[in-house]
Every structure is written in structure tokens, then in C-alpha cells.
């Protein structure tokens, strides 16, 4: 009996083994190299960097309504994703004292593959009710002003239970009919101004945006109609995009690692908007 269970057990291990294979980019030798995907596309190359658009539609729609009642969600892919300087006193994570670091700086999340996006929701109407913004664990609501042609803070969400949510810029504006949203160096979290946004506290790590270089994603946006469109292998791809995490501080699960985890893809089980 105890063979037999030493063998289940055994035999358990090495399929959970098999069951975690991953594939791990070697960073360092693409690093050196800057026509390998680490460095992107230039978005105003052509063709157009594509975004990938999931749009979702409610049971309650009818085609025969005027205009469905849906949500849309864009996603931007980012190849690689250089982390932040964080201060550290010692191997403790340390606040800035009069915005200086007492201890040294180190470099923490940079991780390859990192998908953001932004969702529109749609009721009925020709033009949007509400935005989402998503900002790495968190995100923020924005509902649309007619009137003013703007989209008016709402209210703020996290994902994983984040203890710091950041402040949220109150608006975002439009031009020539797009949302304006600024992806911050480095992280690529998306925000509706330029500036600096802080989302950690302890270590105070920034976002920081600004006027780089225009991306018009509407120049080449791939539709995907959830239940109508055939989707693509990669989007069904449930695992995390990425290396594994490495080089932690602290405990792997606060993610203040050197090297961090990519996301999961697009196809996830919370929703920004639900019908
Ligand atoms: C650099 O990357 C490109 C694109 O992946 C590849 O074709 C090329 O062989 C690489 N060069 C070196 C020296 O590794």
C-alpha cells in the first residue's frame, strides 16, 4: 500500500511538473540586440502597430434595436516592459526622505509581455456610457459627458486586493473623436494626463507620462466578436504571458521582484463591464 502511494505520489510530481513547463526568454542576449522584439515597434512605422479589439455583446441585444447594447475592450501589446527604480535601505524597500533615497536604487518589474487595455461599454446608444482605464492592478471607471465631450472620473477599482490604489486624474479628453491616454514609460500603464502618477507608496514607484511618440491605434484595430468571430490560438492561451518572476524582495507575492511576471491574456474571467 505505502509502494503504491510513494508511486501516486511520485508520479503527481512529475506531472505537475510537466503541467508547469514554461518557456523563459533569455533577456540578456536580446538586450544587446535592438532589432530583437525586446525593443518593440515603432508606432508610426508602417504598417500600423495593430491593437486587438474583443467586443462583447449583451443576450438583451437585438440587431433590430437601433444600436446594440455591448462593451469593447482594446488591448495593447507591449513586448517588454522595463521596470522602475525603487529605494532600498539595505534589502528593505525604504521611503524617500525629502525625495531623497538614503539607501541605493534598484530597478524592480521588468518583465516581458504586457498586455493593457482600455474598455468602452455601450447601451443602446451610438456613443459610449462608461470607460475603463486599467492601470497594472488597478483601474478606474470614467463615465461619458455628452455635453462636454468628456469622460468624468467615476470611481476606482483593484484587481488583486491592492492595499495602494493610486489617485486617478479626474478626466479623460477626446481628440478628433479618440480618448487621449498616455502609456507610462517603462510600465506601460495607461493614464489620462501627463505627469506623474504614484502607485506605490513604499517603495514610491512613479508612472510617469508624457508627449512621446503618437500611436494611432485606430490606424489598424483587429476585430474579435466574442461567440461570432473564430479566435486566434494565442488569445485562448490561459497561462501568464511572460517570464516567471525572479529576484524578489520580501515575499514573491507583494510582485517586488527585479524581474516580474507578465499578465494573463485577453480573454480573462473578470470583466471590466458586465451586461
Ligand atoms: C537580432 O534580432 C533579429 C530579430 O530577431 C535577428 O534576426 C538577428 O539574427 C539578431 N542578431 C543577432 C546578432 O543575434
Redesign the pocket.
Known amino acids: 500500500m505505502k509502494k503504491i502511494l510513494r508511486f501516486f505520489l511520485f508520479f503527481t510530481f512529475v506531472y505537475k511538473k510537466i503541467l508547469e513547463f514554461v518557456m523563459v526568454t533569455k533577456i540578456d542576449g536580446l538586450k544587446v ?1 535592438f ?3 525586446l525593443y518593440g515597434k515603432n508606432p508610426k512605422k508602417q504598417p500600423p502597430v495593430p491593437i486587438y479589439a474583443v467586443v462583447t455583446y449583451c443576450p438583451t441585444t437585438t440587431f433590430s434595436e437601433t444600436f446594440p447594447n455591448f462593451y469593447v475592450t482594446y488591448w495593447m501589446f507591449y513586448p517588454f516592459n522595463e521596470g522602475k527604480d525603487a529605494c532600498f535601505l539595505g534589502k528593505v524597500p525604504a521611503p524617500l526622505i525629502f525625495s531623497k533615497c538614503l539607501g541605493h536604487y534598484r530597478k524592480l518589474g521588468n518583465h516581458i509581455g504586457d498586455w493593457e487595455h482600455i474598455s468602452l461599454l455601450f447601451s443602446n446608444h451610438i456613443y459610449p456610457d462608461k470607460l475603463f482605464l486599467s492601470v497594472h492592478d488597478a483601474g478606474a471607471f470614467y463615465i461619458y459627458n455628452r455635453n462636454t465631450n468628456v469622460f468624468k472620473f467615476e470611481s476606482k477599482m483593484s484587481r488583486k486586493g491592492v492595499a495602494q490604489v493610486p489617485a486617478f486624474p479626474e478626466f479623460v479628453r477626446l481628440q478628433g473623436g479618440h480618448p487621449v491616454i498616455f502609456a507610462a514609460e517603462g510600465s506601460h500603464g495607461l493614464w489620462s494626463t501627463p505627469g506623474e502618477h504614484e502607485f506605490i507608496r513604499v517603495p514610491k514607484i512613479l508612472d510617469k507620462t508624457g508627449y512621446g511618440t503618437p500611436w494611432k491605434t485606430w490606424a489598424s484595430i483587429k476585430f474579435y466578436h466574442i461567440g461570432l468571430s473564430e479566435l486566434p490560438s494565442w488569445m485562448n492561451f490561459k497561462g501568464k504571458w511572460g517570464n516567471p518572476k525572479t529576484k524578489c524582495v520580501l515575499l514573491k507575492k507583494f510582485g517586488l521582484c527585479e524581474y516580474t511576471e507578465g499578465p494573463r491574456g485577453l480573454l480573462r474571467e473578470n470583466k471590466d463591464f458586465y451586461c
Do not use: D, E, R, T
Request: glycine share 0%; aromatic share 24%; net charge neutral.
Open positions: 540586440n532589432s530583437s522584439f
